[in-house]
Nanobody
Framework: QVQLVESGGGLVQAGDSLRLSCAAS????????VAWFRQAPGKEREFVAG????????DYADSVKGRFTISRDNANNTVYLQMLSLKPEDTAVYYC?????????????????WGQGTQVTVSS
């Protein structure tokens, strides 16, 4: 089993930056791919960014390309989402997810483990 705990959300103004963290524990070595999803009120959960644990592959949603960066700290089993130039439309609950097998997928059904989510609110 793998446990994921997100942190770093908050209320910011448009144009500000935030860094989200996702700490993995348990059988973290079994995780192959990690990703960030987000869910705005009344909308489906959507893919934001993903990377293989080794860092060999990364992908981003078009809406965040050039503004968000996914990275990881192997020593601490932590994955980060650096968010720059935040917009009101980035407001959502952000979730960290992980899957045991290779590949970056965009569907929530492809991920085995989920964190509890952290709220990001961007005011205009």
């Amino acid at each position: 089993q793998v446990q994921l705990v997100e942190s770093g959300g908050g209320l910011v103004q448009a144009g500000d930056s935030l860094r989200l963290s996702c700490a993995a524990s348990g059988r973290a070595f079994s995780v192959y791919t990690v990703a960030w999803f987000r869910q705005a009120p009344g909308k489906e959960r959507e893919f934001v960014a993903g990377r293989t644990w080794s860092g060999g592959s990364m992908d981003y949603a078009d809406s965040v390309k050039g503004r968000f960066t996914i990275s990881r700290d192997n020593a601490n089993n932590t994955v980060y989402l650096q968010m720059l130039s935040l917009k009101p439309e980035d407001t959502a609950v952000y979730y960290c997810a992980a899957r045991r097998n290779s590949g970056i997928y965009y569907s929530i059904r492809q991920y085995d483990y989920w964190g509890q989510g952290t709220q990001v609110t961007v005011s205009s």
